[in-house]
């Protein structure tokens, strides 16, 4: 099982990583998307073809979603390849009406994905199967209905976990426990201190996560262009010991 990231910068895209957006591939089935912020579907290209995967979402936030849209448009209408069959997608009960409405040509209209993905909601802690993909979402917290995701392959031992966009979680901490990889958003910078509570996680938050979790390597993504990344990294490592990895478009994971 492999993890691509196709971008992670926080809230905003950032000259050469786009807003969230990963990549799972497994062996003779098809990937899994996991979100698709802007400007990850151009990146998504690079690596496969759009049409021959499954996707979810942690949460409908703009920088999490509007590229789907996109995706839509080259399913439907690709002259040579468009989409030859239905898809799984997953996500917060309200999907299907909030990305209706981004590719409806009514104003008022919500365009009707069923004729290319087949939608079902997430219900906490129950595990999805998509082909050769098993994810568990739990809920975190954040100012909407939100999941991180714990992804593991059936009949593998490799294992991942997304947080999504959350704040202090106990729930975050059993997604994530003994994961390989814990792609953990840090958007607040080194610390959250003085910052609202219940929508982003610090440097220093995301390594106590990883401490407590039990993970091998911590990934820290959705980190705003404007953050101070070296402090960021630093608040992290001061607390897990563990491999810390800055998360970057265009890096591969293999678990």
């Known amino acids: 099982m492999q993890l691509t990231i196709l971008g992670c910068s926080g809230s905003v895209g950032a000259p050469g990583n786009p807003a969230s957006g990963y990549l799972i591939s497994v ?5 899994v998307v996991m979100d698709l912020g802007p400007g990850t579907f151009a990146n998504l290209q690079v690596h496969q073809d759009p049409t021959d995967a499954h996707v979810v979402f942690s949460h409908l936030h703009a920088d999490h979603c509007l590229d789907f849209p996109s995706l839509m448009v080259w399913r439907r209408f690709h002259p040579d390849a468009p989409s030859k069959g ?5 996500g917060p009960a309200h999907t299907p009406v909030h990305l209706g409405r981004l590719s409806s040509d009514d104003p008022d209209g919500v365009d ?7 939608f079902s909601p997430w219900s906490e802690r129950q595990t999805e199967i998509l ?13 909407v209905e939100t999941y991180a995701m714990r992804v593991e392959e059936t009949g593998g031992t490799g294992s991942f976990c997304y947080s999504g966009d959350t704040g202090v979680s106990t729930n ?8 390989d990889y814990f792609f953990c958003e840090a958007g607040w910078g080194p610390t959250s201190e003085g910052r609202p509570e ?3 996680l610090s440097g220093a938050d995301a390594g106590r996560a990883a ?10 993504v959705h980190i705003q ?4 990344v070296e402090a960021t990294v630093a608040a992290a490592r001061a607390e897990f010991d563990g491999e810390i990895v800055l998360g970057q478009a265009g890096m591969v994971f293999d678990a």
């Open 27 to 31: 062996d003779d089935a098809p990937s």
């Open 86 to 90: 239905r898809n799984l997608c997953i």
């Open 112 to 118: 009707d994905m069923s004729d290319t993905f087949a």
């Open 131 to 143: 082909d050769r993909v098993r994810i568990t979402p739990y809920r975190v917290a954040h100012p």
């Open 172 to 179: 975050l901490v059993e997604a994530a426990r003994g994961v």
């Open 198 to 200: 219940g929508m982003h």
């Open 211 to 220: 401490r407590e979790a039990g993970v091998k390597t911590l990934v820290l």
């Open 225 to 228: 262009p404007w953050a101070d």
